[in-house]
């Protein structure tokens, strides 16, 4: 499994409770051990 799969994975398990408050968390990229995400949605906190 690559790396991206592995944080993808991580986000997935997260991805439920973010969109349970109105947001989401999207995988940008995964380079040198840096991860950049987006998130997206009105979160209410």
């Known amino acids: 499994m690559t790396e991206k799969e ?3 994975n991580a986000l997935n ?3 439920p409770a973010l969109q ?4 989401d968390i999207e995988l940008v990229d ?3 051990g840096t ?5 997206t ?3 209410a906190g």
Do not use: T, Y
Not at 20 to 23: H, I, P, Q, T, V
Not at 35 to 39: F, Q
């Open 35 to 39: 991860v950049s995400v987006k998130l």
């Open 13 to 15: 398990k997260i991805r």
């Open 20 to 23: 349970a408050d109105g947001g």
């Open 6 to 8: 592995q944080v993808q």
């Open 41 to 43: 949605g009105q979160c």
């Open 30 to 32: 995964v380079k040198n």
